[in-house]
Structure formats: C-alpha cells, structure tokens
C-alpha cells in the first residue's frame, strides 16, 4: 500500500519510498534494511549523538510527571532551568527567554519581537536587513528574511520587501559594510546567521565582519538579531558562533541542538530592553505570539539534560576533536582536482564537487544523495555542494567511511 505521508522538501515524482527508520543510537540510524551512517545529524539537530543515555533518562522522567501545559500564565520547573541555564551560557547581554518549537518559529518571533519594539516605543522603525544567500526558515515572514529563489517563487505575493546585503564573502566585507552602513540607520532590524550561512551554501565569513556588523547595528540602535539555529551548541567550534567575534545580539535564536536534538524545541533569547518595550499595564502592548506547545515541559527536560552534558561532559574537547578529524581529511582533498571551495568551520566541513551542470533544480544532488544512501552514509548535498556536519560522537574510523563514499561519488560524478 503506497504511504499517504507528503514528505518535506520532497518531489515525490521523482523520489521512491522512503527508507524506514526503526531506530537510532550513537552516530548511527537503522532502517528496516540497513545501517545508515548519520553525517548530516538528522537535518543538523542531533548534536550528541541519537538517544544519548541522559537526554532518554530526562525524557522518560519528565513524561512521568507532566506531559503538557499550558504556557499562558502557567510555568513549570524544566522551563524555569532551562531558561536560567540559557540566560548563562548566552552571550551576554540577553535577559529573557522566549519558547517556541522550531528554528522557523524561533526566528519568526525574533522578527515580531523586533518590530512590536519599535512599535511599542513609538517609531516608525519596520525594514528588516538581512543577507544574500540567507535561509531562516519556511514561515512567511522566514522567507521573506530568506533569499528569493525556486524554493519561494510561488509564495512571492505573500512575502515582505527586505533589504539584502551583498554575502560578505572574503575580499567583499567592504561591500557588505557599505550597503549595511547606507540601510542601518533607520531599520529595524538586521539578522544573520554567524559565520556561516546553511541551507545557503555552507558559505562563511569572518568574525570581524560579523562584529563590524553589530557594531554598526549598535551605533545606529538598530537590533542585531543572530540566527543561531543551526550554528548553536557547538557547530562552529564555540558554544555560540557569536562567541568568536565577541557580539552581544539583542535577540539570538536558538533550536536544533537546543534539545540536544531529540524533541521540538526553540527559544528566542532577547535584552531587558526589548521585554520592557512590551512591558505595561497597557494590554495592547502584549507580546502576541503563542503556539500551543510552547515550553513542552518534556522538551524543555530534554534541554536541562543537554546543557548539564554540556557542564558535565568534555563537549568542548569532542567539538576540537572533531574539527581536527574533518580538517585532516579536507586536506587530503586539496591536491584533488574534482573538488573545489574544500572549507571548515568547526565541525562543519563542506566541498563543492566540479560537476558539468551544478545547479540545485539539475538533480546532481539528490542523485549523490541516492548514491550515499545506497552505501550506508547518510549526506543530503546542496545541489553540488558536498557538507559533512555529523554529531560529536562520531570516530574517527566512521569519519573515515563519510569521506570514502566522497571520493567514490567523485569517481563517478566528477
Ligand atoms: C539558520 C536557520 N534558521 C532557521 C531554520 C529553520 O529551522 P526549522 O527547520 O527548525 O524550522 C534553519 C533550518 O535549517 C536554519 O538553518
């Protein structure tokens, strides 16, 4: 019987059934078939590996106690910690912390959060900057933050005008600056994502333009929102990307790995004076955003156990290593002609692989994908863009198998 499931981000014309995963542990998945080796986290969530003993323990625990409430007037202790485990770990500066249940919404409530500022001070302050190549989600208000392209063409008439700075990438910073410095002054509100930029490449950029970027933003009081979804706890090698340019976002967003992977889960840190702005006896300036999983108590343990892994775990040690294991196989790339752009940041490592037609619509990257999957290696290209971002976990020896199925998908593709 054919599966009535429409997947996500799935031409089903052209894609078979999809494989049925049973379970999971460590770096790996098991599907009905077979062993799949996960060098992608899961769409980059899981970040200490699949169902790690005490982020499992929480779970069972929490769910024993209190399932869901509601989050409107009421609270309960693994949001209490979580939110106070946050507030210390985050850069500094931000005081508050909103829940929601994905990295979309995390980011959509940092647009409405911004905006709802301005508003509540009385400033016709309402243009959002954002970058070239950026992704922040699949909501209406994310894509418009986003770039334009196939993904959002025929949402077009529902998505709002941003301002759109050129990428920052090497030797360009100068470029970037100077649009930001023309636009700043009277916007809401500029996001990026640190450091690098996802589902748009895997395309980084130095901290000094990151900080220059806030600095800007600080000058003319306009808000710094830092899109941390993918790049928080761990990805680049610090806890926070914006730790390695020494930022202070007013409004930091943050799921994925705030779970440590396991359960949905997001949070948008903001400063006293954003919560203040909407801070009055005056209940039109409420902040108006709920879904109706906000802060799922069950979620939120998870989030407790992530961060006392972090406390008590060497992850920082894991995160150095694993930066370490991906640099060495980059640099047994460099000499090798089929591969281009070979870049690292933290545990992230991505290529391009020089292929006749790269383009995302040319079907060069689900034909890698089918050709990874078929020898137990779970990568999901960006059209021609090959990135490994596996979880912490991962040995050396099984680094070893992710760029074994690289170099044979150069073979036969490059
Ligand atoms: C930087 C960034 N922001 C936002 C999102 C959206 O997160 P979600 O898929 O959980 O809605 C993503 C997802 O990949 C992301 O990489």
């Not at 930022?247 to 889960?265: E, Q, W």
């Not at 840190?269 to 954003?274: A, S, Y």
Request: net charge negative; charged share 20%; proline share 6%.
């Amino acid at each position: 019987m054919s599966s009535p499931i429409w997947h996500p981000f799935t031409q089903h014309a052209l894609s078979g059934d999809a494989p049925l995963v049973l379970g999971g542990e460590g770096a790996w998945l098991q599907t009905e078939n077979c062993r799949l080796l996960d060098a992608i986290s899961s769409w980059w969530v899981i970040t200490h590996g699949h169902r790690h003993p005490r982020i499992v323990e929480a779970i069972k625990k929490q769910i024993d106690a209190l399932d869901q409430v509601i989050f409107a007037g009421f609270t309960h202790p693994p949001a209490e910690e979580l939110a106070h485990g946050l507030i210390e770990i985050a850069p500094k500066g931000v005081a508050h912390v909103f829940y929601s249940d994905s990295g979309s919404t995390a980011v959509e409530v940092a647009l409405k959060m911004a905006l709802g500022f301005w508003k509540n001070r009385g400033k016709s302050r309402s243009r959002i900057i954002a970058l070239e190549h950026a992704y922040h989600g699949d909501t209406v208000g994310t894509m418009s933050a986003g770039a334009r392209g196939v993904f959002n063409a025929a949402y077009e008439p529902l998505l709002f005008d941003v301002v759109r700075l050129p990428f920052p990438a090497p030797g360009r910073e100068r470029e970037t600056l100077e649009a930001l410095e023309a636009d700043v002054p009277d916007a809401a509100a500029l996001i990026v994502e640190p450091l690098i930029l996802g589902a748009g490449g895997m395309l980084t950029y130095s901290p000094d333009v990151l900080h220059a970027m806030a600095q800007l933003c600080r000058r003319h009081g306009t808000l710094f929102i830092a899109d941390e979804v993918m790049t928080g706890f761990g990805r680049t090698g610090t806890v926070f990307a914006c730790n390695q340019a020494d930022v202070t976002p007013d409004i930091i967003c943050l799921a994925k790995g705030l779970s440590g992977g396991s359960l949905p889960l997001a949070a948008t840190l903001c400063t006293g004076e954003i919560f203040d702005a909407h801070y009055s006896t005056d209940r039109s300036r409420t902040f108006f955003h709920s879904s109706s999983f906000t802060a799922n108590p069950v979620a939120c343990a998870a989030g407790c156990a992530n961060l006392e892994i972090w406390k008590t775990e060497p992850v920082r040690e894991r995160i150095a290593a694993l930066g370490q294991l991906q640099e060495e196989r980059l640099v047994r790339l460099h000499n090798d002609g089929r591969f281009e752009n070979l870049r690292r940041l933290g545990t992230i490592a991505a290529m391009d692989l020089k292929v006749p037609d790269p383009g995302y619509l040319a079907g060069i990257g689900p034909e890698l994908t089918a050709f990874f999957h078929a020898r137990g290696v779970l990568l999901r290209p960006l059209g021609n863009t090959i990135y490994v971002m596996p979880p912490y976990c991962i040995a050396a020896a099984e680094l070893d198998l992710v760029y074994d199925v690289i170099l044979q998908a150069a073979g036969k593709f490059a």
